[in-house]
Nanobody, 120 residues
């Protein structure tokens, strides 16, 4: 089995910063794309940012220029540096990974989520 464990959420004032981490553990061959999603109360889950194994990144328009996604392939960890936070960034942030456990089949895994609250 593969586990994704997130950390780094919390309460911060508008304009502040937080850094989320998501570490993958278990038995697998490789991790393809790693993604951060978020879900605010009463809203659908939305993609925040993703990064391929080669480091190609993609961001939602709402976070471009403020958030930075990165990954450490040795530690099997993805990070989300969140700067200039706004109250509308308040949500539960989820880590997602597409993992090759054996052979060529890919399996999707989700973390348990970490709460980010930005006060105005």
């Amino acid at each position: 089995q593969v586990q994704l464990v997130e950390s780094g959420g919390g309460l911060v004032q508008a304009g502040g910063s937080l850094r989320l981490s998501c570490a993958a553990s278990g038995r697998f061959l490789s991790i393809n794309t790693m993604t951060w999603y978020r879900q605010a109360p009463g809203k659908q889950r939305e993609l925040v940012a993703d990064i391929t194994s080669l480091g190609t990144t993609n961001y939602a328009d709402s976070v471009k220029g403020r958030f930075t996604i990165s990954r450490d392939n040795v530690k099997n960890t993805v990070y989300l540096q969140m700067d200039s936070l706004k109250p509308e960034d308040t949500a539960v942030y989820y880590c997602f990974a597409r993992v090759r456990r054996t052979g060529i089949a890919m399996t999707d895994y989700w973390g348990q989520g970490t709460q980010v609250t930005v006060s105005s």
